[in-house]
Each structure stands twice: as C-alpha cells, then as structure tokens.
C-alpha cells in the first residue's frame, strides 16, 4: 500500500537514503531538510530520477517551520533529524547540551504532538522516533548525546505504552542505528575541539582521545547504509511496527550483552 512519509534531516546520510529507498518502493516522500540548498538538491535529484518526492526546508528547532507538517496528511512521521556534541560533561558549555536537546528531543518530540494531532482523531498513522545503540549503552565524550538519545528511548517506549491504552491503530516505534559511516560521528567528534583549550581536563589526554576515537568509529562503521535502512522502510511499511529497529544485528547483541552485565 501507497503511504505518505514525511521525514526530517533528509539532506544527507539515513534521511536521504531512506527518502530515495521509499520513493523507489512507491511511496509519496516529503523529506524535509535543514536547509533551502538542500531540499534544491533533492528535488532535482528526484525530477531528474522520476521519483514522488518533494522536498523543502524544515529546521526542527524553529517553531514556524514545524507548523509546515500540518499542510500535509500524512501516514508516517519519520523523526530523523540530529545532531551530537562531543566533549565531557565535566567542562561542556551547558548551552551545547541545550542544543542537542533542542534538536534530537523537543524538535522531534514537537513535530510528534503536531502530527498525531491529525493521526489521533483520524486513529490512524505511524510516529517513528530515530534514535541510536547509543541511548541504550553511553559513549564517553559523546555523552551530550548519548543522553538525548537515552532520552528518545527511554521517553518513546513509554509513550508507545501510553498510546496503546486507547487504540490500536496509532503507533509509535523507534529506530536505533549502530555506528553507520555518513560523517556524523566524524562531525561530532571533531566538535570538541573547537572549544577545548589548555584549561580543559583533558588537555594532555586529547592527542590519544583523538587517535582512539577515530580508530574506534573505523573498525565499528559499517561503510554502507543499506542494513539500516532496510529496517527503517520495515518500520514504516508495517501495519503493526515493532518497538525498536536495530543494525547491524552484532552491534544491537553486543550492547544487549552490554546492558546484561550493567553496562
Ligand atoms: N551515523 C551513525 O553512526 C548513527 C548512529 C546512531 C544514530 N544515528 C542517528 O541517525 C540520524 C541521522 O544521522 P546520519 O548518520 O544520517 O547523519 P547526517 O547525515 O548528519 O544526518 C543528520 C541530518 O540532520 C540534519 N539536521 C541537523 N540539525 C537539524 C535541525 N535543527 N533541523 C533539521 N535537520 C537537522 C542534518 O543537516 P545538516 O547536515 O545540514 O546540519 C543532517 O542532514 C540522527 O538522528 C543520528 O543521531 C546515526
């Protein structure tokens, strides 16, 4: 069956691959983006290609912009869009913190309560929440949003509970990726020094940090998308979406076994 997906961050990595892999499967995709240059680029992209997409700029933190999804009836919210700090929690700027909150938690959390204020009196359409293997076992210097995604976890299954009282037909579901080689974690882990200078605690450490952190990303990401993506379009086209969506499948074991031993 034909649905309407509208989703967010679809300029590059997961929302992009994903807004294309739907298209191609025959859904109409309104995939959003942080900027106007991008949703110029998927839309040529998909003229060019003959694919149902139409994409336009929607920043997840300004109010005005969210009030765009309410144009559009949609089945499937997909809340992709997000950003990560790095850095300890010992000497972050809390206004960075803020940031990642604003961006992973109350911009999808916003967007959410917009798009079942139609789903709900319809009673029907699918939430799906992005979240990360990282909100179920904490990375250090990523711990910024490590919580935010330990928020969309904890936050999402409870609201699936919520709704579950009082239909069967308005569901809520969360995708959490392992690590995917999109530039993301690149991105992030870099952040931090920017702003780290001789005063930080971890001054003398942050040549090894660096080494470590990026040796870590180059054995655990996996350099294509398509596992991942697969159990997003999964979600989407369910009739009944599962709770949680993981890849890759050894990532998703390791940190169960993780969680087993108190991780
Ligand atoms: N890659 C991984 O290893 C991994 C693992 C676990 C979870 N995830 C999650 O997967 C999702 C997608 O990440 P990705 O790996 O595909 O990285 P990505 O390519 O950087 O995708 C994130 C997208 O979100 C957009 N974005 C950032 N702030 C936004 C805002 N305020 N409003 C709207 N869009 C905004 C970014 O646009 P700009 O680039 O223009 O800012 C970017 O297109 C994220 O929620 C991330 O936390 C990724």
Redesign the pocket.
């Known amino acids: 069956m034909q649905k309407t997906i509208f989703i967010?961050?679809?300029?590059?990595?997961?929302?992009?691959d994903t807004a294309v892999a739907l298209a191609r499967r025959g859904h109409k995709v309104i995939a959003?983006?942080?900027?106007t240059d991008?949703a110029n680029e998927l839309n040529s992209f998909a003229k060019k290609n003959n694919l149902n997409i139409e994409s336009f700029k929607?920043?997840?933190?300004v109010p005005e912009d969210r009030q765009k999804i309410l144009k559009h009836d949609i089945d499937v919210l997909l809340n992709?869009?997000?950003?990560?700090q790095s850095g300890s929690l010992a000497e972050i700027p809390l206004d960075k913190i803020r940031h990642d909150f604003e961006?992973?938690v109350f911009?999808s959390i916003a967007l959410a309560q917009l798009a079942l204020q139609k789903m709900m009196p319809r009673d029907s359409g699918t939430v799906i929440f992005?979240?990360?293997?990282?909100g179920r076992v904490p990375m250090p210097f990523l711990s910024s949003?490590s919580m935010t995604?330990f928020a969309l976890s904890g936050g999402i299954d409870a609201m699936r509970r919520e709704i579950k009282k009082i239909t069967k037909n308005v569901h809520v579901a969360l995708i959490?990726?392992?690590?995917?080689?999109?530039?993301?974690?690149q991105?992030n882990i870099a952040k931090k020094y920017t702003w780290m200078d001789e005063k930080s605690y971890f001054w003398k450490i942050k040549d090894d940090l660096k080494i470590e952190e990026e040796k870590y990303f180059k054995m655990m990401?996996l350099k294509s998308?398509k596992s991942m993506v697969t159990q997003i379009v999964k979600a989407c086209e369910a009739s009944r979406p599962k709770l949680r969506y993981t890849a890759p499948w050894w990532q998703a074991v390791g940190v169960q076994v993780m969680r087993i031993f108190g991780k």
């Open positions: 967010t961050g679809s300029g590059s990595g997961f929302g992009y959003t983006t942080h900027t991008s929607l920043d997840v933190t992709n869009a997000g950003t990560g961006v992973n911009g992005v979240s990360s293997l990282a949003y995604k959490e990726p392992g690590a995917y080689h999109t530039g993301f974690n991105k990401e998308t």
